[in-house]
């Protein structure tokens, strides 16, 4: 391993340890929750890896959400997620994530939150409020940049929002026209999505057109995906059923209903959770562009 590498894993250890520092010095439990289960979360743009029958999970997300429904109110876990078919500059079959969860928050806590842990860790590496990546400067100490997902594609999309939801290129659009404008001065909060794009989130009270999910981006980069937790059982089951129809249409297999979930979805308290890549966040402290350089072993090394 040369030196740039040790570095890095150097700084990696760092962040994961001001991670869990963030989080138990504000009262939260680290919890450990099963990498196998025997159903996942129905998405039509995720593709799970198998094992034995079983599914590893791309997000520990259900299980979290159980332990809510049991009385645990303040949760986060360090864990490996997986995903097929993903592997680029940015992206790991076998990747690590955060997540964490609270009872009576919303997304706009979340946001306060993120702004918190990443002010904690830059402080941890003695950054002085400000990150230095790739020939961007961006200040912590700045108001951060939030801004809904219609005025995102206002300002820099040569398309509206519906016309790239009627023509399926939201994806494509967000990708190469808007998130290259975020998060390069201060960090960026990309919120209220269009309900389609939020299966598991609370729409907005008196907007039922949008969901209370954010993105939260650094430098460009996608580093998290938060929202108000939907704790309807029915709505939830429907909107499962509607991306299993969406994975048939693209001839993938339908995932396993996750049924204990569901029923334990009725007791759940409102909260919201989210996920944020540990890989991306520390390449972006490590000042690289390249995921590979900031894990021991890539899949190709193995």
Not at 41 to 60: C, K, M, R
Not at 153 to 168: G, I, P, R, V
Not at 274 to 300: H, K, N, Q
């Amino acid at each position: 391993m040369d030196t740039k590498n040790y570095k890095h894993l150097e700084i990696r250890s760092l962040v994961i340890q001001a991670i869990r520092d963030f989080f138990t010095d504000n009262l939260y439990l680290e919890i450990d929750t099963p990498i196998r289960c025997p159903s996942v979360i129905p998405e039509a743009q995720i593709d799970s890896v198998t094992s034995e029958g079983f599914y590893l999970q791309a997000s520990p997300e259900l299980c979290m959400k159980r332990m809510l429904s049991k009385g645990f109110d303040k949760i986060f876990q360090i864990c490996k997620c997986f995903r097929k078919n993903e592997r680029g500059p940015q992206h790991l079959p076998e990747l690590t994530m955060l997540e964490w969860y609270a009872r009576d928050d919303t997304y706009l806590d979340l946001m306060d939150h993120c702004q918190g842990l990443v002010k904690f860790i830059a402080a941890r590496l003695n950054l002085e409020n400000q990150i230095r990546y790739q020939d961007k400067t961006i200040s912590l100490n700045r108001p951060w940049q939030k801004l809904t997902v219609q005025q995102a594609f206002d300002l820099y999309a040569d398309k509206s929002l519906n016309e790239a939801l009627n023509d399926n290129s939201f994806d494509e659009t967000l990708s190469f026209q808007i998130e290259p404008h975020l998060g390069n001065t201060t960090p960026a909060f990309l919120y209220d999505y269009p309900a389609s794009l939020a299966s598991l989130a609370k729409l907005i009270p008196g907007n039922l057109q949008y969901a209370q999910r954010f993105e939260f981006y650094l430098a460009g980069i996608e580093l998290a995906n938060g929202f108000s937790e939907l704790t309807d059982p029915v709505e939830q089951k429907l909107r499962f059923e509607k991306e299993n129809q969406i994975r048939s249409s693209h001839n993938k297999a339908p995932i396993p209903m996750p049924d204990k979930f569901l029923i334990d979805l009725e007791k759940m308290p409102d909260a919201a959770g989210i996920a944020l890549g540990i890989d991306r966040l520390v390449m972006i402290f490590c000042d690289t562009s390249s995921i590979d350089d900031v894990v021991a072993f890539t899949p190709e090394s193995l």
